[in-house]
């Protein structure tokens, strides 16, 4: 498991890493994760890399319309 981000996302080692050092304490580094362009260019590559079902993609976005991510029952 990782964490992918796209577009403008703060990411370890990238653009707005050191936002993300100062609220992920530390498991920035821990955790392992990747960086795209853009939307499509992830789909693409989790669809090579793992198939059409092989993987669950739950985007993630802060708007007035919002939930919790641990409050959402995926499937």
């Known amino acids: 498991r990782e964490v992918i981000t796209t577009g403008i996302t703060p990411r370890p080692f990238g653009s707005g890493h050191d936002k993300l050092a100062?609220?992920?304490?530390?498991a920035e580094g821990l955790?392992?994760?990747?960086?795209?362009?853009?939307?499509?260019?992830v789909?693409?590559?989790?669809?090579?890399?793992?198939g059409e079902d092989g993987v669950m993609l739950v985007g993630?976005?802060?708007?007035?319309?919002s939930r919790c991510f641990w409050d959402v029952e995926y499937k």
């Open 31 to 41: 955790v392992s994760s990747r960086h795209f362009d853009d939307v499509r260019s």
């Open 22 to 26: 100062k609220s992920g304490l530390g």
């Open 60 to 65: 993630m976005e802060t708007t007035e319309r």
């Open 43 to 50: 789909v693409t590559t989790l669809r090579e890399e793992y």
